[in-house]
């Protein structure tokens, strides 16, 4: 007997498995996590394709470092492929249909250092968020003392202090908008610390320091290239930034006004031409 697919359905505790032998004989079980890597031991598959979720890259350099193929499949290309009510084992099944047909696109494996990156990213992001959040806040809870802030945070943050001193407020009012700003401060200041060490990495990449050459694009478009551009090697181990800038162009998910995406792709299809 021999498995040349096995499919799994990740979980956190359980995962569900599915594949046909050489005999025909279709498997599909559930194991636990602590046996998934003595069941893949003892059926030994060629392949393992997984949806590309939680902990599936985790999974994937493991089975690679095995010896194994790792097919790593979007959730969106595998919903067509669940038959009747969603459940562990019909999410299996499909997994194994979509890694069957030919013209499927797969999911690269990242390394740590990948998934480092984006983590960092993803950290960012949470504290612009945080930051946003707060800097409204502060402005919405200043104009009900008749304090009116303009938009945008630069602005905000250039004229907040010298407001709230001018403003007739109470002095627990003033204690509360004090340490409002003391709480941006140290957003702002973790910020600029990950900053620090998104431009040391950008640095350190070849692709994304080819980008840094244009200034217009700042660092905005190094954070979020970057994580694309150094998948580029994946597909095109002697690729040029052209190919790299393509990847990132087709990775970009519209973002408010939708001009100013295009404009964004743009941009990063000039630079990738150097």
């Known amino acids: 007997m021999s498995l040349r697919l096995l499919a799994i359905d990740l979980g956190k505790r359980s995962f569900h ?17 602590f046996k998934l890597i003595e069941t893949i031991g003892e059926l030994a598959p060629e392949t393992i394709a997984m949806e590309a979720c939680a902990s599936a890259h985790y999974w994937g350099r493991g089975f690679l470092a095995a010896g194994h193929r790792v097919l790593l499949i979007n959730p969106r290309f595998v919903k067509p492929f669940v ?6 084992a019909a999410d299996a099944e499909g997994i ?5 047909r030919p013209t499927m696109r797969f999911v690269p494996v990242k390394s740590t250092e990948q998934q480092d990156l984006q983590s960092l990213h993803r950290t960012r992001d949470r504290i612009v968020c945080a930051r946003t959040a707060l800097i409204n806040h502060i402005r919405g809870l200043l104009g009900e003392y008749g304090v009116i802030l303009p938009q945008g945070a630069w602005r905000f943050l250039a004229q907040a202090n010298d407001a709230i ?4 407020l109470s002095d627990f009012a003033r204690a509360l908008f004090s340490d409002m700003l003391d709480e ?4 702002d200041f973790r910020l600029e610390k990950l900053d620090r060490q998104l431009v040391a990495i950008a640095g350190r990449t070849k692709l994304a320091a080819g980008s840094r050459s244009f200034q217009a694009l700042g660092l905005w478009s190094q954070r979020r290239s970057s994580p694309r551009l150094t998948t580029a090697a994946i597909f095109d181990p002697g690729g040029s930034l052209r190919h790299g800038s393509a990847l990132c162009l087709v990775n970009i998910r519209p973002v408010g006004n939708p001009g100013s995406a295009a404009l964004v792709g743009a941009l990063i299809i000039i630079s990738g031409g150097k």
């Open 17 to 33: 498995i599915h594949g046909i032998d050489s005999d025909g004989v279709i498997i599909s079980r559930k194991t636990s996590r």
């Open 83 to 88: 038959k009747g009510s969603k459940n562990d």
């Open 96 to 100: 194994y249909e979509a890694a069957l």
């Open 165 to 168: 001193a001018d403003a007739e």
């Open 184 to 187: 941006l401060g140290s957003l």
